[in-house]
């Protein structure tokens, strides 16, 4: 059975602090992604990475950072953590060109008070 | 780049009746437009996709349509059950590209 996994279901931060949010799947995919949801929003593109140590921006990566140093792993990297980014973030992989099914992990419940 | 409209943001139906989820799209290029449910805390699961070269697609109770020429395409759930009650999302991705595009997503309500 396919498996993205989330380090943390929930966490909370205080406004300043550096943030990590891992990622692990086990499908040997090549793509990566992270999202944020927001109510009202759906969900929206932060960073996606389509093969290791390579990233790209996706549509609000202001603030954040990602790292992928192996294939299976990508994290998300708040380096100055601040309230507006109080959110649900999602984690998903994908297989290489051509193949679009993303697969999501559980998410993680960031509170930055 | 790819902007999708989802309507309604809100949907209750009684059970065993139908429910249809309708999306929209900019990009012509886009050729694959997958749907996924999101159950109270879970993360989205693809339920079914099509790709552009299909006009309809059916699993069991679920169905989607896709009408090129309007850039529009629905998903369509026949005979609710209270389990089918989730958030749901559309979305698509343009020819060559990794990246989906959403909808702001859909909250079915299905009432017993």
């Known amino acids: 059975d396919v498996k993205v996994t989330q380090s943390s279901r929930y966490l909370v931060k205080r406004t300043g602090e550096k943030v990590f949010l891992e990622c692990v799947q086990d499908?040997?995919?090549?793509?990566m992604f992270w999202y944020r949801q927001d109510p009202g929003l759906g969900l929206r593109l932060i960073y996606f990475s389509y093969d290791v140590k390579m990233k790209e921006k996706g549509d609000i990566p202001e603030g954040y950072s990602v790292s992928r140093e192996k294939k299976e792993r990508f994290s998300l990297i708040l380096e100055s953590a601040s309230t507006n980014q109080t959110s649900m973030y999602l984690c998903?992989?994908?297989?290489?060109?051509?193949?679009?099914?993303?697969?999501f992990g559980p998410g993680t419940r960031l509170t930055v008070l | 780049g790819e902007n999708v409209e989802q309507h309604p943001s809100t949907l209750s139906v009684q059970e065993g009746d139908s429910a249809v989820i309708k999306c929209t799209y900019s990009?012509?290029?886009?050729?694959?437009f997958p749907w996924y449910k999101q159950e109270l805390g879970k993360g989205p699961q693809l339920i079914i996709d099509i790709r552009s070269n299909v006009g309809e697609k059916k699993d069991q109770r679920i169905a989607v349509t896709l009408n090129k020429t309007a850039k529009h395409f629905s998903l369509h759930i026949t005979e609710t059950q209270p389990e089918d009650s989730a958030v749901y999302f559309c979305?698509?991705?343009?020819?060559?590209?990794?990246?989906?595009?959403f909808g702001k997503g859909t909250k079915l309500s299905v009432i017993p």
């Open positions: 990009d012509s290029a886009s050729n694959y």
């Open positions: 998903a992989s994908s297989g290489g060109r051509g193949r679009n099914e993303q697969f």
């Open positions: 499908m040997d995919h090549e793509n």
């Open positions: 979305a698509a991705v343009g020819a060559g590209s990794y990246q989906l595009t």
